[in-house]
């Protein structure tokens, strides 16, 4: 097969973060998703359904002219967030509520510190049919980093999943065997995403040979035989599986300093790498109920009716890409080949 149409694809789970950055990271995406989970951990982050709505307009005021882009709100959970605040958010078409454990990445200090006094704001969710996305990570400093997503299902989200079971939960960026298979045996309404990095890159692709601080995101990046199991997981074509690039843009002297900031910036090449992956694992045929099906239907909204063609077309992804006040940003794959390409 050296073509591929689908259904125009959305992304579940981005960072466009805010001002002069947007005028990069919001016509990247809307090259070729039609709509994008927002996350909100901005600096001060979007607690509220008023930030929410604003954030919203300054990124709609960032679209390529003639672009129908739409990017779906999210709200950040903090100790102080009250079932008030959601029932704000829902009527100001807030999606969802992302819970970040303090801590656990970037911009997240404003995070969770307590769950068990969330659980009225989960039920809260459920009643106002909102999801609830997690960032699913334990933030002791005693367990091993690459333990802690592992230490998050055991400790927390199996209780969060049974206590709330009209709640919609997704899983964000998994990285291990464990998720995908806690994923697999969930109750119905459990689901993930999964990035591009994740699918394919294991931690020496990291580490091995140097520090390769263009490719640290948070979860970080684990063993290969944690990464083929999310390969295989997206192989079987579950719906409970769908994409969510987590494309995290940073200055690049921000990423390669004395303390390296996590994230992963995709936008450019998301899909184009998905496809590839796809191409690799002979799944061709699974790529567009994870690109473009599974991700709608788990939200309960439309599926898009227009289509994307990609063609097995070798380019090169750029080593860097200049903001608009000169600031370059190293994009994930920089100055490597990619074998398809968005017509």
Known sequence: MNEITIIKPDDWHLHFRDGDMLLETVPATARCFERAIVMPNLVPPVTTADLAVSYRERILAARPEGSAFMPLMTLYLTDKTSVE????????????????????????DSGVNSLESLYPVFESLAEHDMLLLIH???????????????????????KIVERVPNLRVVFEHITTKDAADFVFSAREGVAATITPQHLMLNRNDMLDGGIRPHNYCLPVLKRSTHQEALRAAVK????????????????????????????????????????????????????????????????????????????REAWQVPESIVLPDGEPIVPFFAGKQINWKLK
């Open 85 to 108: 605040d959601i029932k704000a958010a829902k009527k100001a078409g807030v999606v969802a509520a992302k819970m970040y454990p303090a801590g656990a990445t970037t911009n997240s």
């Open 136 to 158: 699913g990570e334990v933030t002791q400093k005693h367990i091993d980093i690459f333990d802690r997503e592992k230490a998050f299902i055991d400790q927390h989200m199996v």
């Open 236 to 311: 079987t074509g579950s719906n409970r599986f769908f994409l969510g690039t987590d494309s995290a843009p940073h200055v690049q002297h921000r990423k390669e300093s004395g303390c390296g900031c996590a994230g992963c910036y995709s936008a450019w090449s998301a899909l184009e790498l998905y496809t590839q992956v796809f191409d690799e694992l002979d799944a061709l045929d699974k790529l567009e109920g994870f690109a473009s099906l599974h991700g709608p239907d788990f939200y309960s909204l439309p599926r898009n009716t227009q289509t994307v063609t990609l063609a």
